[in-house]
């Protein structure tokens, strides 16, 4: 699945009120990390994710990773926190169409 930009958009606002829910620490992108974005996922479909304070190219590079292991997709990267979306087996979030 692919977002639009529209979707991206919608998202991005719907993301700006919450908090991270999973921290990635200097050990980086671990199994049980990756159970808890997992479990996150499941149960939020959009979270945020607070990364460890590298450069943009090694933020970016594991928000890649995270989101090809998850099956998720990127949202939004500021700072030291991004944001993914996986929509669940019954969707809570409705997108908007393309």
């Given amino acids: 699945m692919t977002l639009s930009g529209k979707q991206k958009n919608y998202l991005r606002g719907l993301a700006h009120a919450k908090q991270p829910v999973v921290t990635v620490g200097a050990k980086g992108l671990t199994e049980a990390v990756l159970a808890e974005i997992e479990l996150a996922l499941a149960k939020h479909e959009l979270i945020k994710i607070k990364l460890p ?13 995270i989101t090809s292991q ?27 169409s393309i």
């Fill in 53 to 65: 304070s590298n450069d943009k190219a090694e933020k970016t590079s594991l928000l890649a990773q």
């Fill in 70 to 96: 998850s099956n998720s997709e990127p949202v939004q990267l500021i700072g030291r926190v991004g944001v993914v979306y996986r929509a669940a087996v019954e969707p809570k979030l409705m997108l908007p």
